[in-house]
């Protein structure tokens, strides 16, 4: 499977713990992006990378939260300090350079639940 | 704040009826228009897209309708079938860069 894939698919967490989401993208992908997804809205942008470089962060990416793409491959979204807010599907989608976010190509998604 | 809506929330097309969802936008620096389709448990997947410069755009059975003067733009379905029945997003984008999304249509193909 060539698309990209998100680790883990579901995620279960008690308030105040922390989180780690993986989205590992389509190999010749440069543009990496997170989005948040709340049932029934649709996809929030939260951050984008490109290669290894992190050019936009949305404000909805309060302090809790940190992404990284150390190598320009795989990316991390780590939230800290969870809050049943934070309950919500987590997206990745990457895209190639030309492309942009017209060709973004979605992962499935890493449900998160709060308790 | 809202720079894309999305209209109807649902929407429920008898197979082979036509399906239409509107969207309108604010900012008119966006510069590109696409369309994604969810299904329950995936993530968005691109329908299809337009440009402001093209007035329509046909792919298939979908076909986006684009009026760059009333800042509004629509999918049609043609010939709806069961399998069509999923979640439906605009989105529009500014410099091939990130995706700013309408809220959904849930549209469901009843026999």
């Known amino acids: 499977d060539t698309g990209v894939s998100q680790d883990p698919r579901h995620k279960i967490t008690k308030r105040g713990q922390n989180v780690t989401f993986r989205c590992d993208p389509i190999s010749e992908h440069n543009r990496l992006y997170w989005y948040r997804q709340t049932l029934g809205q649709g996809p929030e942008f939260l951050t984008y990378f490109q290669n290894e470089a992190q050019l936009e962060k949305s404000r909805l990416l309060s302090d809790r939260f940190s992404a990284e793409r150390p190598k320009g491959s795989f990316s991390t979204l780590e939230i800290q300090r969870t809050e049943q807010g934070d309950s919500a599907m987590y997206l990745c989608?990457?895209?190639?350079?030309?492309?942009?976010?017209?060709?973004?190509?979605f992962g499935q998604g890493t449900r998160l639940t709060v308790v | 704040q809202q720079q894309v809506k999305q209209s109807p929330q649902s929407l429920i097309v008898q197979k082979g009826g036509i399906s239409i969802i509107n969207c309108a936008y604010e900012n008119t620096a966006f510069d590109y228009f696409p369309w994604y389709q969810q299904f329950p448990g995936k993530g968005p997947a691109l329908l299809i897209a337009i440009r402001p410069d093209v007035s329509e755009k046909k792919e298939g059975r979908f076909t986006i309708s684009f009026n760059k003067s009333a800042k509004q733009f629509s999918l049609h379905i043609m010939d709806s079938q069961p399998g069509d029945s999923a979640t439906y997003f605009c989105?529009?984008?500014?410099?091939?860069?990130?995706?700013?999304f309408g809220t959904g249509t849930r549209l469901t193909i009843i026999p």
């Open positions: 989105a529009a984008v500014f410099g091939n860069e990130k995706l700013t």
């Open positions: 989608a990457s895209s190639p350079t030309t492309g942009g976010g017209t060709e973004a190509f």
